[in-house]
């Protein structure tokens, strides 16, 4: 998407910035990347190396402090390469060269030494000003997690920094009661609990809709990638959150990703009130005239208060929509070099249910492997203690979900496509498998986020035979990539014999 510049700002000073800032990150990291990922051994099948069954641990152990040069292989290997891949804006050139060099297959090797070395418990981090713990075990992502918001702050420093450029009174930058107040109404609104959200019939008819007209646009081309299904997907988010009278209104998907782009940098860019003002100005003009069908009509019939903030908590859900597109592309990948699971997706989308479980496992299963949310940050807001040992209040926790869930020192089924843990119960009581987070902070758009991805992908598996003829090709005999780019998939799509209704 082309980025849109307003009055407030100086173009040129403008772009020289942006420029500036991200030749700067990206020499950085090529530059880490290079001396750090090289070194890795490369992953071989069933190369699950330690005994130890550290992801059901059930005490907790001490903390340790991690030296200055331990802190910068993690900085280097972990960080540098999370953060230059955009955290709220991803930066496709960016995510391609983390492909290319298996980025999180470094990483996880680095921590799976280091914790070899220090032990399971929380790992500090020789970072001056702030103290900083990088969590290394179930049992403390599992305290921390079911421990929010008291005493493990949900709106972290950083998150809040970030946020802040589009959504300053978002719940996920909100503390206290206002976070209370306004978690309750995300819940209304998202449905939370349920599913099938209770206004599936109208939700489901836009995403069908949409899917379909992919479905035609595919059938000229002969092809999918993924200008197109993001195009698709992104007119798909605005008529289920704003209504049908945004469907065509790319411009408030452009502002928002320009925001997005900018909240990558957190403290470091200035916010650009000229954008969010224009952004909120078409959100409002959605919002003032609601169509009872979308997300918009039910946040009119919510019960809000004066702290609520309703236009607020809208850039998140259009934002973790366009995440739902990241991980539903890749699951097109997972199916189509999985034929058995291909065929049982297929299957389920020929039962014209409105709840489709196998084809949500495989979703959960594409964040399970390439997770979106790359880090959930808590802060604690007093001094916690650990096996006897105080951490400072203020302590901002780490928990690095491409390591956690892909940790085949603990997980049997790390780097393997099994949707079956999502409907046996494995990953829900695994705490290291926290793709929607976990705990009172859990993503409440969790259920709407599967509920639409599985009917988008059911349109195209009864359309489609889908054969991937571009990108990195995930194999059914081989463990999976760590790091897979979904802006460089590509597949041959062969239309079936019918559309819909059959049963494969
Ligand atoms: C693949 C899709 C998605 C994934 C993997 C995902 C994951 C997450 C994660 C990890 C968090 C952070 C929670 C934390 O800090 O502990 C979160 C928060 C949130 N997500 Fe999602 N999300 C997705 C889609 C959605 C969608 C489609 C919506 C809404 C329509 C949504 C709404 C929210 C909201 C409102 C929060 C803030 C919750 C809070 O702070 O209490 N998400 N999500």
């Known amino acids: 998407m082309a980025e849109v510049v307003h009055a407030d700002q100086r173009p040129w000073a403008h772009l020289v910035q942006?420029?500036?800032?991200?030749?700067?990150?990206?020499?950085?990291?090529?530059?880490?990347a290079l001396v750090v990922g090289g070194k890795h051994p490369v992953m071989r099948k069933g190369a699950h190396v330690s005994t130890v069954q550290l992801s059901s641990q059930a005490t907790e152990a001490p903390p340790a402090r991690a030296t200055v040069a331990d802190t910068l292989r993690i900085g280097a290997s972990v960080f540098v390469p999370t953060l230059a891949r955009g955290v709220l804006a991803r930066r496709p050139r960016l995510v391609s060269l983390a492909e290319a060099i298996q980025a999180d297959r470094g990483a996880g090797r680095l921590l799976q030494r280091l914790r070899a070395r220090y032990g399971p418990g929380p790992l500090r981090l020789a970072v001056p000003g702030r103290s900083f713990a990088l969590l290394l075990s179930a049992h403390d992502v599992e305290r921390v997690l079911t421990g929010s918001p008291e005493p493990f702050a949900i709106a972290s420093k950083e998150k809040r920094?970030?946020?802040?450029?589009?959504?300053?009174?978002?719940?996920?930058?909100?503390?206290g009661e206002e976070r209370a107040d306004r978690r309750r109404f995300n819940e209304t609104v998202l449905d939370t609990a349920h599913p099938v959200h209770r206004h599936a019939d109208a939700l489901?008819?836009?995403?069908?809709?949409e899917a379909d007209a992919l479905v035609d646009?595919?059938?000229?081309?002969?092809?999918l990638d993924w200008a197109d299904f993001r195009m698709a997907w992104w007119r798909m988010i605005r008529r289920v959150v704003l209504g049908d009278a945004a469907r065509d209104d790319s411009e408030v998907s452009d502002l928002l990703t320009t925001l997005r782009m900018n909240s990558n940098w957190a403290f470091a860019h200035p916010k650009r009130a000229g954008v969010r003002a224009e952004f909120l100005r078409r959100v409002r003009r959605y919002l003032a005239d609601p169509?009872?069908?979308?997300?918009?009509?039910?946040?009119?019939?919510?019960?809000?208060?004066?702290?609520t903030d309703p236009e607020d908590q809208v850039p998140q859900w259009l934002f973790a929509y366009e995440s739902t597109a990241l991980a539903a592309f890749r699951t097109l990948a997972l199916l189509a070099?999985?034929?058995?699971?291909?065929?049982?997706?297929?299957?389920?989308?020929?039962t014209g249910d409105d709840d489709l479980p196998y084809l949500r496992a495989c979703v959960q299963e594409s964040v399970r492997l390439w997770p979106t949310t790359m880090t959930i940050l808590r802060d604690a807001t007093r001094?916690?203690?650990?096996?006897?040992?105080?951490?400072?209040?203020?302590?901002?926790?780490?928990?690095?979900?491409?390591?956690?869930?892909?940790?085949?020192?603990?997980?049997?089924?790390?780097d393997e496509f099994r949707p079956g843990i999502w409907l046996d119960g494995t990953a829900e009581h695994d705490w290291a498998v926290v793709p929607f987070s976990g705990g009172p902070g859990e993503c409440p758009g969790r259920n709407l986020s599967l509920l639409s991805a599985s009917h988008f992908l059911a349109a195209l598996l009864r359309a489609y035979d889908l054969r991937q003829d571009a990108g990195l090709r995930p194999s059914a005999d081989r463990p999976l990539p760590r790091t897979l780019s979904p802006f460089r998939l590509g597949f041959d799509a062969r239309p079936r014999d019918t559309r819909g209704g059959d049963e494969g």
């Open 18 to 32: 942006q420029v500036l800032l991200v030749r700067l990150q990206e020499v950085m990291w090529v530059l880490f």
């Open 161 to 175: 920094a970030a946020v802040g450029h589009f959504q300053p009174h978002g719940v996920l930058a909100s503390r």
């Open 204 to 209: 489901l008819r836009k995403v069908r809709q």
């Open 217 to 223: 646009a595919v059938a000229l081309a002969g092809r």
């Open 291 to 307: 169509e009872p069908g979308s997300l918009a009509g039910l946040m009119a019939a919510a019960p809000a208060s004066e702290i």
């Open 337 to 350: 070099s999985h034929p058995e699971h291909f065929e049982q997706a297929r299957r389920e989308a020929g």
């Open 383 to 414: 001094p916690t203690e650990w096996a006897g040992q105080a951490l400072p209040a203020g302590t901002g926790f780490l928990i690095h979900t491409p390591f956690l869930q892909r940790d085949d020192e603990t997980l049997p089924y790390a």
